[in-house]
Structure formats: structure tokens, C-alpha cells
């Protein structure tokens, strides 16, 4: 059902390629940004943007060798100001959990360096010597501790000329880049920043409106529906009425959108915490009756986030089937781009379980795709000679959607 909305796109490139660049002008674009994208054949829509990506390291080889060319142009387009760009800084932290995280810094820096860019790594930990760190393939990474000389970050006597950020810390060590006077990417803004999943949601679904009327096709086959309650408290038995209430609205227009489209299954909604899901899972529910059921029986669960906080404002979105990629990869597709362009991705998936499964398991299995080439989308030996250009298009409008929260935060 999607070749109605790559046909639209492509009988309407040279509208479309106009209303990128006139959005791009508007807005601060980070360097390096990731989105989820989700398929299920008859939608595809954005579930999640990230202003931290990891997993540069599952990128195809084949579009990876593209990366460098997107890097200079990024910094050509948007950075011209910086006279003799050269010297590059990245922040990260010596205490990721996911040590596939320094795989993907190794293949930043690499990146970096064939972009003819000097790479330094520096955290804003404290470190009384250098630290070495092994990815998981065995290469090492050397993460210096910063200095601060004003308004000006270094590591030794490595002066930078832009700080790229790739993880965002906690306040107590940001707190010195507040008057940085280097480039800083993401902004300082955006580490202090409260994210919420309707945020990013809502600018998405606005874009992704926009985008609809100029190439005339249905808004919700490219966005996803959802619906906010707030003053929720789950300790105290509150509001759950409130979210049932929701949630049958939701279902219900749903259900009115699948008998236009022809889509026989029955459809479903997540509920989910609205700043993340820490502490609170994903609720995935077909009916008012089913949120009550797992409610009481999850109850323990669901109350509290991380920082032990009441939850008291919940997310309640539609779930967007995943259907099985190139005949058997069932699955998210994750996509990177560079300057609001796209570098690759991969579907993150498990090739021997149900897509109930997968989006409840922390281990996966990450299968490139590449997609940089023209139109179409390739796995292997297997080509799909117009999806690429659906999730190019996508991808730029996540793209978008970061690069307009961030200016509304800074």
C-alpha cells in the first residue's frame, strides 16, 4: 500500500526537493542524527528520533564509504563561518553500559579522519590518566580528560574548532559548556532539556502534514496517532479510567482508518511513559478491557520511572505494525543521516521470533541496509527498487523534526 506515496514522491521531486531546503534554512541541523522508522506495508511512519544515535558501526560498508562526502558537505553548508575548520572534539563518557557504543565512536572517528578532520575524544568525567577502552572487535579507544581555559575546552594542547557531543551526560558536568564559545553539537540547551515523545511526535505529524498536502496523499499513511494524559498517578489509582477513555478514542479512529485502507487486522495502541520508558515498559493493548487487566496485574512494574518518580503523564500512541523486510527480516529500520542526509541504516531484528517478541528482547540482531543509492533499498543480494526512496524521505523528515525541537529548546 505504500507505492501510492513513492509514486506521489517521485511525481513531485522537484517540490519536494524545495521544501526540504526551505525547511533546512530555518532551523539549526545537527551533524550526525538517527530515526526509527517503522513499516508495516500500509503505513510507514517515524516512532523515534534520537539526538545521541549510536550504532554507526551496523551502517553497510557500502554506504559508510559515502559518509566522508556528506561530512564536508555538512560543514561547507552550515558551518562556513568556522575559518579553516580543522580540528574536531568529541565528548563522550568512559561509563557507557552498551559497550557496542565505543564500535560506533571508533567508526565516527573514522569517519572524521577520512573527512580530512583532526579527532581528539575527551569526556567531561573525571579521569586522573587517560582512559583505554577495547571495543567489542578488539580496537582501542583513548579518552582523554578535558580542560577548561575560560570560555575555550581543550584536551592538551588539541585547540578544537568544533565539539561534537555523543552523549548527553548528566547537569552537574555540562554545566561548564554553557558559555562555550567552540561550536557545539547538539546545542547546550538540549542537554537540559526534559525530552517528551509527544514533543518529537507532534513536530513530526506537523512536518509529515505539510509534506502530505504538497504531494497529495493521506497524512496518517506517513504519521502515527496518539494522545497524551496527564495528571496520572498509578500509585494512587488515578486516572487509569482517563486513559481508557483515551485509548478507546484512539482505537476507535483507528479502527476507522483500517476499513478505509482494507486492512484486516485488528488495530493497537501503546501506552508508555511520556519522558521515556524507564521504569514503565510498553503497555501494548486492542481494547479499554485489556488496559485494566494489565494494569493490575503489572501494577508493581508500572508505577515508578529511574529516579523512582511517580509517572504521572503517559503516552498513549499508535502501534505501527512491523511487517517481515526483504521476505524474512521482521523488524525497526534505524536510519543515520548526516546534515539532514541519509547514510545508511539497518533493520534491527530477530530473524527466528514473532515481532511481539522482538520489540520486547535486548538482544537483536542489526542487518545493513543500504540505502544511499539512488531509489532503491538493498539486503545483500535482495533489492527493493523503490523502498529506499520512501525511507530516504522519511528519514530527512525525522531529520527535520529534531532539527525544529532543537530550535524551540534553544
Same mark, same amino acid.
Given at each position: 500500500?505504500?507505492?501510492?506515496?513513492?509514486?506521489?514522491?517521485?511525481?513531485?521531486?522537484?517540490?519536494?526537493?524545495?521544501?526540504?531546503?526551505?525547511?533546512?534554512?530555518?532551523?539549526?541541523?545537527?551533524?550526525?542524527?538517527?530515526?526509527?522508522?517503522?513499516?508495516?506495508?500500509?503505513?510507514?511512519?517515524?516512532?523515534?528520533?534520537?539526538?545521541?544515535?549510536?550504532?554507526?558501526?551496523?551502517?553497510?560498508?557500502?554506504?559508510?564509504?559515502?559518509?566522508?562526502?556528506?561530512?564536508?558537505?555538512?560543514?561547507?553548508?552550515?558551518?562556513?563561518?568556522?575559518?579553516?575548520?580543522?580540528?574536531?572534539?568529541?565528548?563522550?563518557?568512559?561509563?557507557?553500559?552498551?559497550?557496542?557504543?565505543?564500535?560506533?565512536?571508533?567508526?565516527?572517528?573514522?569517519?572524521?579522519?577520512?573527512?580530512?578532520?583532526?579527532?581528539?575524544?575527551?569526556?567531561?568525567?573525571?579521569?586522573?590518566?587517560?582512559?583505554?577502552?577495547?571495543?567489542?572487535?578488539?580496537?582501542?579507544?583513548?579518552?582523554?580528560?578535558?580542560?577548561?581555559?575560560?570560555?575555550?575546552?581543550?584536551?592538551?594542547?588539541?585547540?578544537?574548532?568544533?565539539?561534537?557531543?555523543?552523549?548527553?551526560?548528566?547537569?552537574?558536568?555540562?554545566?561548564?559548556?554553557?558559555?562555550?564559545?567552540?561550536?557545539?553539537?547538539?546545542?547546550?540547551?538540549?542537554?537540559?532539556?526534559?525530552?517528551?515523545?509527544?514533543?518529537?511526535? +507532534?513536530?513530526?505529524?506537523?512536518?509529515?502534514?505539510?509534506?502530505?498536502?504538497?504531494?497529495?496523499?493521506?497524512?496518517?499513511?506517513?504519521?502515527?496517532?496518539?494522545?497524551?494524559?496527564?495528571?496520572? +498517578?498509578?500509585?494512587?489509582?488515578?486516572?487509569?479510567?482517563?486513559?481508557?477513555?483515551?485509548?478507546?478514542?484512539?482505537?476507535?479512529?483507528?479502527?476507522?482508518?483500517?476499513?478505509?485502507?482494507?486492512?484486516?487486522?485488528?488495530?493497537?495502541?501503546?501506552?508508555?511513559?511520556?519522558?521515556?520508558?524507564?521504569?514503565?515498559?510498553?503497555?501494548?493493548?486492542?481494547?479499554?478491557?485489556?488496559?485494566?487487566?494489565?494494569?493490575?496485574?503489572?501494577?508493581?512494574?508500572?508505577? +515508578?520511572?529511574?529516579?523512582?518518580?511517580?509517572?504521572?503523564?503517559?503516552?498513549?500512541?499508535?502501534?505501527?505494525?512491523?511487517?517481515?523486510?526483504?521476505?524474512?527480516?521482521?523488524?525497526?529500520?534505524?536510519?543515520?543521516?548526516?546534515?539532514?542526509?541519509?547514510?545508511?541504516?539497518?533493520?534491527?531484528?530477530?530473524?527466528?521470533?514473532?515481532?511481539? +517478541?522482538?520489540?520486547?528482547?535486548?538482544?537483536?540482531?542489526?542487518?545493513?541496509?543500504?540505502?544511499?543509492?539512488?531509489?532503491?533499498?538493498?539486503?545483500?543480494?535482495?533489492?527493493?527498487?523503490?523502498?529506499?526512496?520512501?525511507?530516504?524521505?522519511?528519514?530527512?523528515?525525522?531529520?527535520?523534526?529534531?532539527?525544529?525541537?532543537?530550535?524551540?529548546?534553544?
Amino acid at each position: 500500500m505504500y507505492e501510492p506515496v513513492i509514486s506521489s514522491i517521485k511525481k513531485n521531486s522537484y517540490e519536494v526537493s524545495g521544501w526540504f531546503e526551505k525547511h533546512l534554512k530555518r532551523i539549526p541541523v545537527p551533524l550526525l542524527a538517527s530515526v526509527v522508522i517503522k513499516d508495516s506495508g500500509f503505513k510507514t511512519t517515524i516512532s523515534d528520533v534520537q539526538f545521541f544515535p549510536t550504532g554507526l558501526n551496523h551502517v553497510a560498508k557500502a554506504d559508510l564509504r559515502n559518509a566522508p562526502q556528506l561530512i564536508k558537505k555538512y560543514f561547507k553548508k552550515y558551518h562556513s563561518d568556522i575559518e579553516k575548520l580543522k580540528k574536531i572534539l568529541l565528548l563522550a563518557t568512559v561509563r557507557h553500559s552498551n559497550p557496542f557504543y565505543y564500535e560506533h565512536l571508533f567508526t565516527l572517528i573514522q569517519l572524521l579522519k577520512k573527512s580530512n578532520l583532526k579527532v581528539e575524544l575527551g569526556t567531561l568525567e573525571t579521569l586522573d590518566a587517560p582512559s583505554k577502552i577495547k571495543t567489542p572487535s578488539k580496537k582501542t579507544l583513548k579518552i582523554f580528560p578535558v580542560t577548561f581555559a575560560g570560555d575555550k575546552i581543550r584536551v592538551g594542547k588539541f585547540d578544537p574548532d568544533f565539539v561534537l557531543l555523543t552523549d548527553p551526560f548528566t547537569s552537574d558536568l555540562t554545566l561548564k559548556l554553557s558559555n562555550l564559545k567552540q561550536p557545539l553539537n547538539p546545542p547546550y540547551k538540549v542537554l537540559s532539556y526534559m525530552h517528551k515523545r509527544s514533543d518529537s511526535l +507532534n513536530i513530526f505529524n506537523t512536518l509529515a502534514k505539510d509534506f502530505s498536502d504538497l504531494i497529495g496523499i493521506d497524512p496518517w499513511l506517513i504519521s502515527t496517532q496518539f494522545h497524551v494524559d496527564t495528571h496520572v +498517578n498509578f500509585e494512587e489509582k488515578s486516572g487509569v479510567e482517563k486513559i481508557a477513555t483515551s485509548t478507546n478514542i484512539l482505537l476507535q479512529n483507528l479502527e476507522q482508518k483500517y476499513r478505509e485502507y482494507k486492512v484486516a487486522q485488528r488495530p493497537a495502541v501503546q501506552i508508555v511513559n511520556n519522558r521515556g520508558t524507564y521504569g514503565m515498559g510498553i503497555l501494548s493493548i486492542r481494547s479499554p478491557k485489556e488496559l485494566s487487566e494489565l494494569y493490575f496485574k503489572k501494577k508493581a512494574k508500572k508505577i +515508578n520511572g529511574k529516579s523512582q518518580s511517580v509517572i504521572n503523564e503517559v503516552l498513549i500512541q499508535e502501534a505501527v505494525p512491523v511487517r517481515p523486510l526483504f521476505n524474512k527480516f521482521v523488524g525497526e529500520t534505524v536510519a543515520y543521516l548526516l546534515g539532514n542526509e541519509i547514510t545508511g541504516g539497518y533493520i534491527k531484528t530477530y530473524t527466528d521470533k514473532t515481532a511481539k +517478541n522482538i520489540l520486547s528482547s535486548r538482544e537483536f540482531l542489526f542487518q545493513p541496509v543500504v540505502m544511499t543509492r539512488g531509489t532503491a533499498a538493498k539486503v545483500k543480494k535482495q533489492t527493493d527498487k523503490t523502498l529506499g526512496l520512501l525511507y530516504q524521505n522519511l528519514s530527512r523528515l525525522g531529520g527535520l523534526a529534531i532539527g525544529y525541537e532543537i530550535d524551540r529548546i534553544r
